[in-house]
């Protein structure tokens, strides 16, 4: 399984913007769907967004449309959502994923590997 390190959370004001980092430790994230989720305290992990293989094909959870991006880089074998216009309900752990299962990776049950998270706090 490859290993999925994350970074770039931080504390930022409502409407201010982040950007994660997702870095894959194998090339075979070249042939991987990347997906994000997030976790807030005391609740489930929640579907965010994900990307092909191949790149080309994206969706998110209508609760962020319009406001992030997820992307890929091959070279850097590094999966990115940038975050804008955050709201304080977009506030908890958001974790980078990896899977074969192509579209189904937005189910956390279909999820091969997880990174450890990185917190994002949003302030009113």
């Known amino acids: 399984q490859v290993q999925l390190l994350e970074s770039g959370g931080g504390l930022v004001q409502a409407g201010g913007s982040l950007r994660l980092s997702c870095v894959a430790s194998a090339r075979s994230f070249m042939f991987l769907g990347m997906a994000w989720f997030r976790q807030a305290p005391g609740k489930d992990r929640e579907f965010v967004a994900k990307i092909s293989w191949t790149g080309d094909t994206t969706q998110y959870a209508d609760s962020v449309k319009g406001r992030f991006t997820i992307s890929r880089a091959y070279a850097d074998l590094t999966t990115y959502l940038q975050m804008n216009d955050l709201k304080p309900d977009d506030t908890g752990v958001y974790l980078c994923?990896?899977?074969?299962?192509?579209?189904?990776?937005?189910?956390?049950?279909?999820?091969?590997?997880w990174g450890q998270g990185t917190q994002v706090t949003v302030s009113s």
């Open positions: 994923a990896s899977g074969v299962a192509w579209p189904n990776i937005d189910k956390p049950s279909n999820v091969d590997s």
